[in-house]
């Protein structure tokens, strides 16, 4: 049941997210601050350095595989942490769309 009702509230917040603009806003928000602490280079330094390696063998589905989980690992605390704290803002000050759906 926990699954079910977990399911239905993500569903929910992605789709209040998507219809204010707030998901876009947070994706830019990522990107910029990706970008600014470094974060960006140092995965396209792994990428280049895996396609060395793997020379003409790897295809794009093998590199999102080696890299992801690298990549998740890599982006920096605060980050993660300014994020969080605007996903929960705008869940606070949107609990009413997310009680009455």
Request: charge should be positive.
């Amino acid at each position: 049941m926990g699954d079910v009702n977990e399911k239905h509230i993500r569903s929910v917040l992605n789709q209040q997210l998507i219809a204010t603009g707030e998901k876009e806003k947070l994706l830019d928000l990522l990107k910029v601050k990706l970008i600014e602490c470094g974060w960006r280079n140092e995965m396209k330094q792994h990428c280049r350095e895996a396609l060395r390696r793997n020379k003409s063998k790897a295809n794009v589905e093998e590199l999102i595989e080696e890299l992801t989980p690298k990549a998740r690992a890599s982006v920096p605390d605060d980050v993660k942490r300014e994020l969080l704290i605007r996903l929960r803002t705008f869940v606070d000050n949107n609990s009413d769309r997310f009680l009455s759906d």
